[in-house]
């Protein structure tokens, strides 16, 4: 039999204590007071750590088969505070198998976004030759591994696309529809231009990358948004950071913010190269890279749990209420000083930065090893 978890005097992120019991997979209770600890396991946090359901970084690359963008779940999951990690579009249809296959050797909670050609990212232009894309096998592997797959991934830049304009865009949202699944669709350098991307999207669509820095980027100049993305944000596409070696840019994120324009989702782009040597790290310090920009810790929070389980459709997940998935992070917010570097190379200093502590994944408690 397993054993039982409480965790007493949590702080949530609006201030508040609470005790969890937990049961394996689901929360069993949420009060202010959980009084029968009898044979349970007791973790008190005294109210001095904060609790969170389990942190969810919903643009990462963790298949180890192609060395171009891979990393160890674990590496980026459970061990950085992260509990599921999805999986960008790294593997196709002729390569989920694969990476289903290898996503039940790791502890991390692990989804997949699966990538319109069908040999997944082996190269950096997997949509310059049409003939990758085969809508038929897609469905085919989305049928299989329904719960594993929770998207379509598109990358729509000129490196990868090659002359092809938006048709592979088309040629992924018609199967996204199709397999009623999110489109995720990556943007960069044009062409496409981000007009011709973002008027093609509708509501429920993923754009990644949002805050880059690029010239085919949200910015229409210094202190304003090109008006494609302001109606792209109205119709109801979600905006996601997917930080990344080469996207996410301070000026652009805060003037976004200024002007209105808030990410929906806070996800990190992470592999190994920028896991290592930055400017990634860590969901962590994304997160607090859009804290130091002036996004609400409550919005944060929000931002890596309940908003990508629903823009993801993952049901049970990102909330803590009774009968959910367990999963949950606990966390300090420290006071003091950090070094944040974004893509380009801008440097800002946080004066609060979020560090993970431990984590309950699939009912055990692991706590995470101190630097
Ligand atoms: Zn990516």
């Given amino acids: 039999m397993v054993m039982k978890i409480v965790i007493k005097n949590g702080r949530l992120i609006d201030g508040n204590l609470i005790d969890i019991e937990i049961e394996e997979d689901k929360i069993l209770k949420i009060s202010e007071n959980?009084?029968?600890?009898?044979?349970?396991?007791?973790?008190?946090?005294?109210?001095?750590?904060?609790?969170?359901?389990?942190?969810?970084?919903?643009?990462?690359?963790?298949f180890n088969k192609f060395k171009l963008y891979s990393d160890d779940a674990d590496e980026i999951g459970y061990k950085k505070g992260v509990t599921v990690v999805v999986d960008a579009g790294t593997a196709g249809a002729d390569t989920i198998e694969e990476f289903y296959n290898q996503s039940k050797g790791v502890k991390t909670r692990v989804f997949a976004f699966i990538n319109i050609a069908r040999q997944g990212i082996k190269s950096q232009d997997e949509l310059s030759?049409?003939?990758?894309?085969?809508?038929?096998?897609?469905?085919?592997?989305?049928?299989?591994?329904?719960?594993?797959?929770?998207?379509?991934?598109?990358?729509?830049?000129?490196?990868?696309?090659?002359?092809?304009?938006?048709?592979?865009?088309?040629?992924?949202k018609k199967a996204s529809e199709e397999a009623g699944l999110p489109l995720m669709v990556h943007i960069g350098s044009e062409p496409p231009t981000l007009k011709e991307i973002l008027d093609e999207?509708?509501?429920?669509?993923?754009?990644?990358?949002?805050?880059?820095?690029?010239?085919?980027?949200?910015?229409?100049?210094?202190?304003?948004i090109k008006e494609e993305a302001i109606k792209a944000y109205?119709?109801?596409?979600?905006?996601?950071?997917?930080?990344?070696?080469?996207?996410?840019?301070?000026?652009?994120?805060?003037?976004?913010?200024?002007?209105?324009?808030?990410?929906?989702?806070?996800?990190?782009d992470i592999y190994q190269r920028n896991r290592l040597h930055g400017p990634v790290f860590d969901l962590a310090t994304t997160m607090t890279k859009a804290l130091t920009i002036g996004y609400e810790k409550e919005e944060v929070i929000e931002m890596v749990t309940k908003n990508p389980a629903e823009i993801l459709?993952?049901?049970?997940?990102?909330?803590?209420?009774?009968?959910?998935?367990?999963?949950?992070?606990?966390?300090?917010?420290?006071?003091?000083?950090?070094?944040?570097?974004?893509?380009?190379?801008?440097?800002?200093?946080?004066?609060?930065?979020?560090?993970?502590?431990?984590?309950?994944?699939?009912?055990?408690?692991?706590?995470?090893d101190k630097e």
């Fill in 129 to 172: 030759n049409l003939d990758n894309l085969k809508v038929n096998l897609l469905m085919d592997a989305v049928e299989k591994y329904k719960e594993f797959i929770v998207g379509v991934k598109a990358r729509i830049s000129k490196t990868v696309v090659g002359n092809n304009g938006i048709t592979p865009l088309k040629i992924a």
């Fill in 201 to 224: 999207l509708k509501e429920g669509n993923i754009v990644s990358h949002i805050f880059n820095g690029k010239a085919n980027g949200i910015l229409k100049d210094e202190n304003s």
């Fill in 34 to 62: 959980i009084e029968n600890l009898e044979g349970k396991k007791v973790i008190d946090l005294k109210g001095e750590k904060h609790i969170s359901s389990g942190w969810i970084d919903m643009h990462t690359h963790c």
């Fill in 313 to 368: 459709g993952l049901k049970g997940f990102g909330e803590l209420k009774e009968g959910f998935i367990s999963d949950i992070t606990i966390f300090d917010i420290v006071k003091g000083e950090k070094e944040l570097v974004d893509s380009n190379g801008n440097k800002k200093i946080a004066l609060e930065y979020f560090k993970p502590l431990a984590v309950i994944l699939k009912g055990e408690y692991i706590e995470i």
């Fill in 234 to 268: 109205e119709k109801g596409v979600y905006f996601d950071i997917a930080h990344g070696k080469d996207s996410f840019n301070f000026n652009v994120a805060e003037t976004a913010r200024t002007n209105g324009i808030k990410c929906h989702s806070i996800s990190t």
